[in-house]
């Protein structure tokens, strides 16, 4: 079958001419699983083919965290309570600073959960040590609390767990700018995908939004540099918070542990004694030398 491609949708099995291969894919019906390779995301419109796809709204909440809000406007919110005190930060990407932003040059202080901190500054660093910061023309911006285009539903930009680059280039919709084209993201999508990034480049032709990405995981990093640490465990489960072990003390982020104990976000951030902050906060802390694991319970 020449310039044919074999096409595997539900109950049928038929050759594509091709140019059709994407209408084949998006004609699947939603939740349909092909050995698990080929599935909807709940509620988003994206099939996917093994590339890290957006959270289901529950476990973007488990994650991240659930906030009341009210609309301020035809699509901004405002975000009540203290969610944003304790969930966002700020933190300082060198690859980005003096890249074209709307309005001036970016000063490379980017609003984000700090539960993504590491995998942002991770991605971006391998960006940079690959060479690929010059594929970045414009910074589009990550926490942005407003509605998702054309929907009722809250963008994930809400979270403070997504970015857009390149946005004109690359518009809601439309077809992402082709690689080695002015624009271009495709060249940074394997990078911020190996980070747990999904890449909205890869989403159904009506959701499709190639300038946008966003955390699908938080991965475990194994490096030399963690390993050396140790891990933090409050009332029996693991929190997330990478610690640093030194002189036999361990030390973590001030502003990850405010957000794994449920305090406020402090303005400035710090590494700080982990049982001296923990203890302070009615918690017994012990040390598993074979777990290498910090163990607190609140009392």
């Known amino acids: 079958m020449d310039d044919s ?45 093994g590339y ?5 709204q529950r476990d973007l909440e488990e994650l991240f965290g659930r906030f009341a809000w009210k609309a301020n406007g035809q699509s901004a919110i405002t975000i009540l309570g203290d ?15 003096g890249v074209p932003a709307f309005g001036g040059k970016f000063n490379g202080r980017v609003r984000w959960h700090v539960r993504g901190v590491e995998q942002l500054q991770r991605a971006f660093r ?4 690959k060479g690929l910061t010059k594929h970045i023309l414009l910074w589009g911006g990550s926490f942005v609390p407003r509605r ?9 930009h809400s979270w403070g767990i997504a970015f857009d680059i390149n946005p004109s280039e690359n518009a809601f919709g439309r077809e992402p700018a082709a690689a080695g084209r002015p624009g271009s993201v495709r060249e940074l999508v394997p990078v911020f995908e190996k980070h747990g990034f999904a890449w909205g480049g890869r989403w159904r032709e009506s959701r499709r939004d190639g300038m ?47 957000a794994a104990t449920g305090d406020l976000s402090p303005g ?24 290498k694991a910090v163990h607190a319970v609140r009392q």
């Open 5 to 49: 491609y074999l096409c595997i949708v539900p109950h049928t099995l038929r050759a594509c001419p091709s140019g059709h291969l994407s209408a084949t894919i998006n004609a699947i019906p939603a939740r349909v699983t092909i050995d698990g390779l080929v599935r909807e995301s709940e509620g988003r419109g994206h099939i996917t083919l």
């Open 126 to 129: 391998e960006i940079g040590q």
């Open 212 to 258: 946008h990405f966003e955390i699908a995981r938080i991965p475990e990093y194994r490096t030399q540099e963690s390993e050396s640490g140790a891990r933090l465990f409050l009332d029996g489960r693991e929190s997330g918070v990478p610690l640093m072990l030194k002189d036999g003390v361990s030390y973590a982020s001030l502003r990850l542990l405010a």
């Open 148 to 156: 998702m285009r054309g929907s009722s539903s809250l963008s994930r």
């Open 268 to 291: 400035e951030d710090r590494l700080i004694p982990v049982a001296q902050y923990l203890k302070a906060r009615s918690f017994h802390v012990s040390w598993n030398a074979r777990e």
């Open 52 to 56: 890290p796809e957006p959270l289901p």
């Open 83 to 97: 969610w944003v005190e304790r969930f966002i930060t700020t933190v300082y990407i060198p690859e980005l600073d």
